[in-house]
């Protein structure tokens, strides 16, 4: 029970930040939004050390000095999923106005722009649903507290998304319901993704530190490739960088307190 409710509570934060669209008259603050994109940044890059890089080498100590050996295969495998995804999958950026990945397909703005937040909620997903395995099947390397510390960070950060993805939608057009339906539903793939993991934990334990270290690749690609672009963007790179200093350190303190 007490996992269900750990790999739902990111999905809670996107629900929460796309109701941000019933109380917002506006188009989300330019500077308001390029924070948001810092600080969940910060969020991620500070999750992908403490919660699954570290316990990655720690579960693999019996190696000795070659325990980075699976968090390093890990985070290049992670990052080349990410990266395939990125060719495959069509999908746009917020603030921008040239669709990525393959153009013979003919989708909507809004539907690109979903698809867009719903590729870096993938790795998220898998994140937290390899922490609740490894949990089940190894807690000492990685603890409950440590794997709930996570899904807390990836739901705060999910709020700015959240909200972000549903703001532009209804800017596009769509009514607020629909822009918050949809919003909401960019998030679903965690708890599925999540939920899917776990589920075959049992069979997947031998793998944990290249599966967790995988997470954290996946994750640092989104960052990099996506997130940290749009924050620093029109000339918001000080507010973007004080504000993932403020994400990292929050989810720093997250997963040590809880730990």
Do not use: R
């Amino acid at each position: 029970m007490n996992i269900a409710i750990g790999v739902l509570i990111p999905f809670l934060g996107t629900s929460l930040g796309a109701a941000c669209v019933y109380a917002m008259k506006k188009e989300m603050n330019k500077k308001v939004n390029k924070m948001l994109l810092g600080f969940a940044s910060g969020v991620m890059i500070a999750a992908s050390v403490w919660s699954l890089i570290i316990p990655s080498i720690e579960m693999s100590n019996n190696m000795g000095k070659f325990s980075f050996v699976p968090a390093a295969i890990g985070i290049l495998a992670g990052v080349a999923f990410l990266f395939s995804l990125d060719k495959i999958v069509p999908h746009l950026h917020i603030d921008s106005n040239k669709p990525e990945g393959p153009e013979k397909y003919s989708l909507k703005k809004t539907t690109k722009l979903v698809f867009s937040v719903v590729l870096h909620n993938i790795p998220e997903g898998m994140a937290v649903g390899i922490a609740f395995a490894a949990v089940m099947n190894d807690g000492n390397a990685v603890t409950f507290a440590s794997a709930l510390a996570l899904s807390i960070g990836i739901a705060i950060q999910n709020f700015p998304e959240g909200a972000i993805i549903s703001m532009p939608l209804k800017s596009e057009g769509l009514s607020k319901n629909k822009a918050f339906i949809y919003g909401m539903l960019s998030g679903i793939v965690e708890p599925i993704g999540a939920g899917i993991t776990i589920i075959f934990s049992g069979f997947i334990t031998p793998i944990m530190p290249y599966l967790l270290s995988f997470a954290a690749g996946a994750m640092i690609f989104v960052v990099v490739e996506e997130l940290i672009p749009e924050a620093a963007g029109d000339n918001s790179s000080d507010i973007s960088a004080i504000a993932f200093a403020i994400g990292f350190i929050i989810m720093m303190i997250l997963d040590v307190a809880l730990s």
